[in-house]
Structure formats: structure tokens, C-alpha cells
Nanobody, 123 residues
Framework: QVQLVESGGGLVQAGGSLRLSCAAS????????MGWFRQAPGKEREFVAA????????YYADSVKGRFTISRDNAKNTVYLQMNSLKPEDTAVYYC????????????????WGQGTQVTVSS
């Protein structure tokens, strides 16, 4: 079965960095566009970043543009999210997800989801 497993979350001070990884199995990874979403307590899940099948195009939420970078390694079936200049408002559970079509910013377009990894940014 399809599995997406996130790692790399943790506690970091404001201004610090973290690199999230998402290892995929059970699917033809290079056939899927990948995305990162996040959900803070009491808030809806929101789009963070997305990358197309062959990394030719990336998309970012305005709130993370210039600070976060999404990338993928199709040889390793892994997608990454490099997060720099972290802010307390970045605190959330971060999820990676895989889609074949639809809209990169819409959670409903993603067929497979990981279990999430907690990111906590202290002030």
C-alpha cells in the first residue's frame, strides 16, 4: 500500500531552520506531484508548498515564500521542505501529500497523505 512517512520535525527557536523529509513507497513516485500542508491547533489545514513531477515548477504560500524551499529526489522517492527563518506562527503539524491531478493548493486534489510531523517554533 501507499505510504508517506514524514520526518525532521521538532522544536526550534525563532529564526532557526528545520528540514522536513517525506519518504514515499507503494507508488510510482515520479508520476505524482507532491505537496506540503500544515495544520495548527484550532485551524484548518493550509497549503504550504508544492512541486511538480519533475521539479520544473514549485509553488509556495505567500506566508512562506522566500523562507521555505520544496525539492524532490525521484531517485530516493523523497520530497523535502527546507524551512529557514522560522517564526512562531509556523508552529503546526506538517503533512506531505501526493496528487496526480487537480490543483496544487487544494487539499482535496491529493490522494495520499502522511501521518504528519510536529514543528514547534518558540519565541
Amino acid at each position: 500500500q501507499v505510504q508517506l512517512v514524514e520526518s525532521g520535525g521538532g522544536l526550534v527557536q525563532a529564526g532557526g531552520s528545520l528540514r522536513l523529509s517525506c519518504a514515499a513507497s507503494g507508488l510510482t513516485f515520479s508520476s505524482y506531484a507532491m505537496g506540503w500542508f500544515r495544520q495548527a491547533p484550532g485551524k484548518e489545514r493550509e497549503f504550504v508548498a508544492a512541486v511538480t513531477w519533475i521539479s520544473d515548477t514549485t509553488y509556495y504560500a505567500d506566508s512562506v515564500k522566500g523562507r521555505f524551499t520544496i525539492s524532490r529526489d525521484n531517485a530516493k522517492n523523497t520530497v523535502y521542505l527546507q524551512m529557514n527563518s522560522l517564526k512562531p506562527e509556523d508552529t503546526a503539524v506538517y503533512y506531505c501529500a501526493a496528487r496526480r491531478g487537480g490543483y496544487y493548493y487544494s487539499a482535496g486534489s491529493y490522494a495520499y497523505w502522511g501521518q504528519g510531523t510536529q514543528v514547534t517554533v518558540s519565541s
